[in-house]
């Protein structure tokens, strides 16, 4: 008999070179959702520890309600439970786990030969190989043939706080520039830069000046009501000259703009994909006065939609990248801010930290990238069933308003119906809920989608189960 952890390895390992299903058989169950009790039922396992985690934990984005789920365990793209139940996995845990679950073998492997030489180096006042080792690879492999440098941190957020401080410091201009819908972080600065949702926000001013808010060209929801899909150049132009002939002539002078922050794929907002001209277009207006741009790679970054770098799609290098979630590998936490080398800090001790360039982590990003780099024709592959899948739900369900999406990042919107486009949150939560009790794990996004983005070790097999559960819970909830 196959001990379960070296068949769940040795599952991992094929996977990469075969383009067909696995079935794994053990112990009777073949290669399918197993819901045994209700999630979060009352006297089940799960409800015990959501009451526990109520009374211990602080309050965070949590919604028994909704996804009352208690993980304990993790095989591949399946989740189970604390009460046995088996799940398919759309969430990556947020993005951060695109390798499975508990993580990927050859990962696992590297993290454990490092930790038999170091873990933690104190990198930001001694020197140790590996953070170079992972600076050089990024700088290689990231856009723009420029030289570069990096900042290494610990997620997202102090990512994009690192690239701030940065861009502010080696400019002398004060002002940045994000998009609505935009989600950065939740400390005080990445808090500045969200727009979001406006809960992330209850409270707890004042967050860090100096940051002003333009509309996204959302092709599906923007204040001019273009049909983006349709007239993507009319959008584009619409949201540039609101830049140019409102906030750089009205507002703000240019010159004391440092940058333009924004995700290539708004996550948080609703998984929103803007015109492919979009970026090209904004990077000539900015370039014309000397702002910056940063690319928030943080959710859509490490091979999610295709490429190792959203904004490859677009055909843009700009000068700071931010990277965190799965840039760890699903295991470490890690983060990075990439960026032209001349912008670097202009002496030490304007910005550092305690974890940056934690040997043990910067060994697993750069296993995590040679993983990423072995994935991104499968993700191209999957894309296709997501299209072949997915797009005809918008004709089939009055509810779905939206279809979205690039490689294996996709986004559903509900609506209360496709005249009015006016949002239905209460539909997503219960697609979200019904879902899980069908044994899908999803995730909302924006105000009234939701996000599809499982690893990206999934087989077509996998993918067609997720999908059909997904529309089989949307036509329950329509019914």
Request: proline share 6%; with cysteine; net charge neutral.
């Amino acid at each position: 008999m196959i001990n379960t952890p070296y068949l769940y390895e040795y599952a991992y390992r094929v996977r990469r070179y075969i383009n067909a299903s696995i079935l794994i058989n053990h112990g009777g169950l073949l290669l399918k959702p197993l819901i045994t009790a209700k999630p979060g039922s009352s006297g089940s396992k799960a409800r015990y520890w959501i009451e526990e985690h109520t009374k211990y934990v602080a309050t965070t984005t949590h919604d028994p309600e909704i996804l009352p789920l208690v993980i304990e365990r993790g095989e591949g793209v399946w989740i189970y439970d604390v009460d046995g139940n088996k799940y398919l996995d759309f969430t990556s845990s947020i993005g951060v786990c695109n390798f499975g679950y508990p993580t990927h073998p050859e990962i696992k492997k590297a993290i454990i030969e490092q930790l038999d030489r170091i873990a933690h180096a104190a990198g930001t006042d001694f020197y140790n190989p590996y953070q170079v080792m992972l600076a050089k690879k990024l700088a290689s492999v990231s856009p723009g043939d420029f030289p570069k440098k990096v900042f290494f941190s610990n997620s997202g957020t102090e990512a994009n706080e690192a690239a701030v401080k940065l861009v502010r410091q080696a400019t002398g201009r004060k002002f940045i520039i994000a998009f609505y819908g935009g989600f950065h972080g939740r400390t005080m600065g990445s808090l500045a830069l969200t727009a979001s949702k406006s809960v992330q926000k209850k409270g707890v001013f004042p967050w860090m000046p100096g940051v002003i808010h333009v509309p996204y060209p959302n092709p599906y929801r923007n204040p001019w009501h273009i049909d983006g899909y349709e007239n993507p150049g009319e959008l584009v132009n619409r949201v540039l000259e609101f830049i140019e002939e409102y906030v750089f002539d009205k507002l703000i002078p240019p010159e004391e703009v440092a940058a333009v922050v924004s995700e290539p794929i708004q996550g948080e907002g609703g998984y929103v994909v803007p015109p492919r001209v979009f970026f090209t277009e904004l990077k000539k207006l900015i370039d014309k006065y000397g702002v910056l741009f940063i690319d928030d790679e943080v959710q859509m970054g490490i091979g999610r939609t295709g490429k190792l770098f959203a904004i490859e799609h677009f055909n843009v290098a700009p000068e700071v990248i931010t990277l965190a979630k799965a840039f760890g590998g699903g295991a470490i936490p890690i983060g990075a801010t990439i960026y032209r080398s001349e912008l670097d800090f202009k002496q030490p001790g304007i910005h550092s930290n305690t974890f940056g360039g934690h040997a043990l982590a910067c060994i697993a990003a750069l296993k995590t990238i040679e993983v990423a780099e072995s994935l991104l024709h499968r993700v191209v592959e999957l894309e296709k069933i997501f299209i072949e899948k997915l797009s005809p739900l918008r004709e089939k369900y009055e509810k779905v308003g939206d279809v979205r999406g690039i490689g294996l990042a996709w986004g559903v919107e509900f609506v209360v119906d496709k005249k009015s486009k006016r949002p239905d949150p209460t539909t997503r939560n219960k697609v979200v809920k019904t879902a899980l009790e069908n044994g899908l794990v999803l995730l909302p996004c924006g105000k009234s989608s939701v996000r599809l983005i499982p690893p990206l070790i999934i087989t077509e097999e996998e993918v067609k189960i997720g999908l059909e559960i997904f529309e089989k819970s949307i036509r329950e909830v329509s019914s």
